[in-house]
């Protein structure tokens, strides 16, 4: 069983920068589609970002593209979620998760992920 602790969080002004991370411990995380999620106070947890076993294949929600780069170092067994440009809509609560799978695609359904993080708070100041 893998678990997975995100960190990187804060507070931070509109347009600037943050850098999420999830290290993953008991299982190597190369097997594993890994992507990230937030949730609002109030809302619906929603997908943000995912990325493929090796990492070769992501996706974003729309609203994030171009703004946010999802990335993963297998051998450090952790990824991450670089946030550039950030705006106060995109304060919530990040959360990391996890799908052992033998296929190389990447996941963008709550549903998919078996194994989630704790979670990590951003707060985007205007």
């Known amino acids: 069983q893998v678990q997975l602790v995100e960190s990187g969080g804060g507070l931070v002004q509109a347009g600037g920068s943050l850098r999420l991370s999830c290290a993953a411990s008991?299982?190597?995380?190369?097997?594993?589609?890994m992507g990230w999620f937030r949730q609002g106070r109030g809302k619906e947890r929603e997908f943000v970002g995912a990325?493929?076993?090796?990492?070769?294949?992501?996706d974003y929600k729309d609203s994030v593209k171009g703004r946010f780069t999802i990335s993963r170092d297998n051998a450090k067994n952790t990824i991450y979620l670089q946030m550039n440009s950030l705006k106060p809509e995109d304060t919530a609560v990040y959360y990391c998760?996890?799908?052992?799978?033998?296929?190389?695609?990447?996941?963008?359904?709550?549903?998919?992920?078996?194994?989630w993080g704790q979670g990590t708070q951003v707060t985007v100041s205007s």
């Open positions: 998760a996890a799908r052992n799978t033998l296929r190389s695609s990447y996941y963008t359904e709550r549903s998919d992920y078996n194994h």
């Open positions: 008991g299982r190597t995380i190369s097997t594993y589609a």
């Open positions: 990325i493929s076993r090796s990492g070769g294949s992501t």
